[in-house]
């Protein structure tokens, strides 16, 4: 498994191997975690490498009557969840820049045509909204409002942008929660020449200068998603669920 960075692996750990640990197992763990958030009160995060970790609040703990349990496991527990009614999201594969890969993407120098973009285009990413489908909107979440935003142009014309906003959701220490959540977005005539590419590189340097690290993420069963992370020099950090937020 690539290795990652300090900042990427504390802000998983904070969340995963940071409280009462009811499975000491390597390859397998499971904590009680009082300082998640109630939407993150039971979350699954399986490792690239295999290693699968879990995270619950106490009140989950309980209602599932862990304690009780013989052997805890992975497929125990989520018997336990139907049991309980309890139901997990679709998982989210989860990419990131590996130390080596960070290095490389600092020194590359900035591809034509993609930039920043500012209130100043907001003409232009009105007309590229308008270019592309309701469900490709609210797949990528590209906002012109977000704490950044890149675009790549062909003459005036925006074909493709990025934006991304900073994601602690699973971590309180201002230390641990700097990453920066990306969704990224090409309109449908302009896709396989390589935009979303460059505009993912370009946006996750800006991202390392203002002291943040990339995060990507995509539904599992999103296959041209994952090849563009690939495609794009990000690694595979695991599979993420989390409880739904409808359950009690």
Same mark, same amino acid.
């Given at each position: 498994?690539p290795?990652?960075?300090?900042?990427? !692996?504390?802000? #998983?750990?904070?969340?995963?191997?940071?409280?009462?640990?009811?499975?000491q197992?390597?390859?397998?763990?499971?904590?009680?975690?009082?300082?998640?958030?109630?939407?993150?009160?039971?979350?699954?995060l399986?490792?690239?490498?295999?290693?699968?970790?879990?995270?619950?609040?106490?009140?989950? =703990?309980?209602?599932?009557?862990?304690?009780?349990?013989?052997?805890?496991?992975?497929?125990?527990?989520?018997?336990?969840?139907?049991?309980?009614?309890?139901?997990?999201?679709?998982?989210?594969l989860?990419?990131?820049?590996?130390?080596a890969?960070?290095?490389?993407?600092?020194?590359?120098?900035?591809a034509?045509?993609?930039?920043?973009?500012?209130? =100043?285009?907001?003409?232009?990413?009105a007309?590229?909204?308008?270019?592309?489908?309701? !469900?490709?909107?609210?797949? =990528?979440?590209?906002?012109?409002?977000? #704490?950044?935003?890149?675009?790549?142009?062909?003459?005036?014309?925006?074909v493709?942008?990025?934006?991304?906003?900073? #994601?602690?959701?699973?971590a309180?220490?201002?230390?641990?929660?700097?990453?920066?959540?990306?969704?990224?977005?090409?309109?449908?005539?302009?896709?396989?020449r390589?935009? =979303?590419r %460059?505009?993912?590189?370009?946006?996750? %340097?800006?991202?390392?200068?203002?002291?943040?690290?990339?995060q990507? %993420?995509c539904?599992?069963?999103?296959?041209a998603?994952?090849?563009l992370? %690939?495609a794009?020099?990000?690694?595979?950090?695991?599979?993420w669920?989390?409880?739904?937020?409808? !359950?009690?």
């Amino acid at each position: 498994m690539p290795l990652f960075s300090p900042t990427i !692996q504390a802000f #998983w750990h904070a969340s995963f191997l940071a409280g009462e640990r009811l499975s000491q197992d390597e390859d397998f763990t499971v904590v009680v975690n009082p300082s998640l958030g109630e939407d993150r009160r039971l979350m699954i995060l399986r490792r690239a490498d295999g290693r699968v970790h879990i995270a619950l609040r106490p009140e989950v =703990a309980e209602q599932l009557e862990l304690a009780r349990l013989p052997g805890l496991s992975e497929p125990l527990l989520r018997q336990e969840l139907s049991e309980h009614h309890l139901q997990l999201h679709g998982a989210d594969l989860v990419f990131h820049f590996s130390e080596a890969d960070q290095h490389s993407l600092q020194l590359e120098q900035p591809a034509p045509g993609v930039r920043l973009l500012t209130a =100043a285009d907001a003409a232009a990413f009105a007309e590229f909204q308008a270019s592309a489908s309701e !469900q490709d909107l609210d797949d =990528a979440y590209v906002e012109l409002d977000h #704490w950044a935003v890149l675009g790549a142009f062909e003459g005036e014309r925006l074909v493709c942008a990025a934006s991304m906003y900073p #994601w602690d959701d699973a971590a309180d220490d201002e230390e641990q929660s700097k990453i920066a959540d990306v969704g990224v977005l090409t309109l449908p005539s302009d896709r396989g020449r390589g935009h =979303a590419r %460059r505009v993912i590189r370009a946006i996750a %340097r800006h991202a390392y200068e203002q002291g943040y690290e990339m995060q990507y %993420r995509c539904q599992t069963d999103n296959a041209a998603s994952a090849a563009l992370a %690939r495609a794009a020099g990000l690694s595979l950090f695991g599979s993420w669920e989390v409880l739904t937020a409808e !359950q009690d």
